[in-house]
C-alpha cells in the first residue's frame, strides 16, 4: 500500500499568501477593464426602492372556487337595496323620532353612511383583499390605500377606499 505524505492543514494555507518571486514562465493575469456604468447608475443611487405597485396577487385556495359565492337571499336583499336607500333617504327625517328620543349623536344621513360605508379595521380589510396585515401596513405606509387613525393610533379604512383600491390597482380575484 502506498503511504501519503502527511500535510499541514495550516502551514498549506499559509504557504498560498508567501510572496514568491516570479519565475521566469510566470505569465501576467490580464483583467478586462470594467465597462463604463449606464447614465442612470452614474449618479446617486435612490434611497428608497420604488413605490410602484409591485406587490405580490394574493394567492388563490387550492381548492376549486365556488362559482356562486354570495347566497340567494343575500343576492335578493343586494338587489333591492339601491331602492330601499333611496326610500329611506328621501322619505323620512328626524323630524317625527325627536320628539321621542332625546337625540341624536348622528344625523338619518351620517347613520345611513356609516351602515352603507363601514369602517374596517387592519385584519378586516387584510381579509378582503386577500393578504396579510403586513402588506396592508405596506400600502397605507406608500400611500396606496387610503385610511385614517384613531386616537389610540391603530389603522382605520372605510369599505370605500378599500374598493377605490381594487379598482385602482386590478386586486379582484381572476375569474
Request: with cysteine.
Amino acid at each position: 500500500m502506498k503511504q501519503t505524505k502527511a500535510i499541514d492543514p495550516i502551514a498549506y494555507i499559509e504557504s498560498a499568501f508567501i510572496d514568491r518571486p516570479k519565475k521566469s514562465g510566470d505569465k501576467p493575469v490580464e483583467t478586462p477593464e470594467p465597462s463604463p456604468r449606464p447614465r442612470a447608475e452614474r449618479g446617486k443611487k435612490p434611497r428608497f426602492r420604488k413605490t410602484e405597485m409591485s406587490a405580490p396577487r394574493p394567492r388563490r385556495t387550492r381548492d376549486s372556487l365556488v362559482h356562486n359565492a354570495v347566497e340567494p337571499e343575500l343576492k335578493a336583499v343586494w338587489e333591492a337595496l339601491p331602492k330601499h336607500i333611496e326610500f329611506l333617504v328621501s322619505y323620512y327625517d328626524d323630524g317625527v323620532t325627536s320628539n321621542y328620543y332625546g337625540g341624536f349623536g348622528e344625523s338619518r344621513n351620517d347613520l345611513i353612511k356609516r351602515l352603507l360605508d363601514p369602517e374596517l379595521s387592519l385584519e378586516e380589510a387584510a381579509r378582503l383583499l386577500g393578504v396579510c396585515p403586513a402588506t396592508i401596513r405596506r400600502y397605507t405606509n406608500r400611500g396606496w390605500l387610503a385610511h385614517h387613525r384613531t386616537r389610540g393610533g391603530q389603522r382605520r379604512f372605510r369599505l370605500s377606499d378599500v374598493i377605490r383600491f381594487v379598482e385602482e390597482h386590478g386586486r379582484t380575484p381572476e375569474a
